[in-house]
C-alpha cells in the first residue's frame, strides 16, 4: 500500500509556470516508476510524465519540451516542473505508482491546474 499526496496545483496565466509535488509513504517496498497523469473535462486521463527509480523518463508528446520531471528517491517524493503552460493543460493532475513505466497501481488524490488565457 502505497500513499500519496500531491501539492502544487493552482490558477496560473498561460505562458506561466507551476511546480507539482508528490510525497509517496510506504515502508514495503522501493517505488519503480513514479508518474504523472492528468485527466480534462470531459476527456480520458492520460499519461503525462513518467520516470524509474534510476531516472529514466517518458513523456508526452504535447509536453515534451515544456515540463520536466524528477524525483528525490531518498524522500520518494516526484515533482513536475511546467513551464510555459497552455490553457490546454488545464486538467486535474493526478500522481501515481507503480512497478512498470506503463502499469500504475496506487494513486493520488488529484491537484487541479487551471490556466488561464
Known amino acids: 500500500q502505497v500513499h500519496l499526496v500531491e501539492s502544487g496545483g493552482g490558477l496560473v496565466q498561460a505562458g506561466g509556470s507551476l511546480r507539482l509535488s508528490c510525497a509517496a509513504s510506504?515502508?514495503?517496498?522501493?517505488?519503480?516508476?513514479m508518474g504523472w497523469h492528468r485527466q480534462a473535462p470531459g476527456k480520458q486521463r492520460e499519461l503525462v510524465a513518467v520516470?524509474?527509480?534510476?531516472?529514466?523518463?517518458n513523456y508526452a508528446d504535447a509536453v515534451k519540451g515544456r515540463f520536466t520531471i524528477s524525483r528525490d528517491n531518498a524522500k520518494n517524493t516526484v515533482y513536475l516542473q511546467m513551464n510555459s503552460l497552455k490553457p490546454e493543460d488545464t486538467a486535474i493532475y493526478y500522481c501515481?505508482?507503480?512497478?512498470?513505466?506503463?502499469?500504475?497501481?496506487?494513486w493520488g488524490q488529484g491537484t487541479q491546474v487551471t490556466v488561464s488565457s
Open positions: 501515481a505508482t507503480g512497478p512498470t513505466m506503463t502499469v500504475f497501481g496506487s
Open positions: 510506504t515502508n514495503r517496498y522501493s517505488i519503480i516508476a
Open positions: 520516470i524509474t527509480r534510476d531516472g529514466t523518463t
